[in-house]
């Protein structure tokens, strides 16, 4: 059973283009969530999704930030026009309804140049 | 609004000796998980220990083992018999008991950064 599967495990992007993080979860999972870890810190949660529906997007940036879990394909963050400031690992995790456990992926690092 | 802290920003170990991580938390909330994720060099978050706040028994998976206090928030964790490959970063996280209101996500410490001494 494959683990949860995050790519690019590297991105770099210019100032004002786009970064699209892509997410699969683990088989079965119905719930996905997105955290940003910037460099000595912690995670921090960002957004929680299940199948084509947002649930807690509380930690998401109100601009240029947003967040998909279509029915069919992979979980998406989208950020636009990134700044200097998005650079971060950004982490995916998943897991089944009703289960308290959060499988991680092995992140994306995020390098705005 | 529930929050985790970590006191140790680094911790370092010999080999095969015990070493124990400190964690406390505060939450208003009376049913809760807490876990311990650790963080190798290659960046993947690794669930090593979850304990259940209505369960009075601590935790233990092999060498690892957590010192759950209650009345005192606190939730540490101890290794035994510490290993090379032991270190890594490791983060205390809560989570609500409660699903409603979108509360399932993590909270975490800022973590401790353990190192192990051959």
């Known amino acids: 059973n494959a683990g949860v599967m995050q790519n690019p495990r590297h991105l770099v992007r210019r100032r004002g283009q786009e970064a699209r993080l892509r997410c699969s979860p683990m088989?079965?999972?119905?719930?996905v969530y997105w955290y940003r870890q910037l460099p000595e810190e912690g995670l921090k949660f960002m957004v929680y999704?299940?199948?084509?529906?947002?649930?807690?997007e509380s930690g998401m940036p109100k601009e240029r930030f947003s967040a998909e879990f279509p029915k069919e394909g992979p979980s998406i963050l989208r950020i636009q026009q990134v700044v200097r400031g998005d650079s971060a690992a950004y982490f995916c995790?998943?897991?089944?309804?009703?289960?308290?456990?959060?499988?991680f992926g092995a992140g994306t690092r995020l390098s705005v140049l | 609004a529930q929050t985790v802290t970590q006191s140790q920003p680094e911790m370092s170990v010999q080999e095969a000796e015990t070493v124990t991580l400190s964690c406390t938390y505060d939450?208003?909330?009376?049913?809760?998980?807490l876990f311990w994720y650790k963080q190798p060099p290659s960046r993947q978050m690794i669930l090593v220990i979850r304990?259940?706040?209505?369960?009075?028994q601590n935790a233990t998976e092999n060498r690892f083992s957590v010192n759950f206090q209650k009345a005192a928030k606190s939730f540490s964790l101890k290794i035994s018999d510490s290993q090379l490959g032991d270190a890594a970063m490791y983060f205390c996280?809560?989570?609500?008991?409660?699903?409603?209101?979108?509360?399932?996500?993590?909270?975490f410490g800022k973590g401790t950064k353990l190192t192990v001494n051959p």
């Open positions: 995790a998943s897991s089944r309804q009703g289960e308290n456990i959060q499988y």
């Open positions: 088989k079965g999972h119905s719930h």
């Open positions: 999704l299940q199948k084509e529906n947002i649930i807690d």
């Open positions: 939450t208003s909330e009376s049913d809760y998980y």
């Open positions: 304990q259940e706040a209505y369960k009075q």
């Open positions: 996280a809560y989570r609500s008991f409660s699903t409603q209101g979108g509360s399932e996500k993590l909270v």
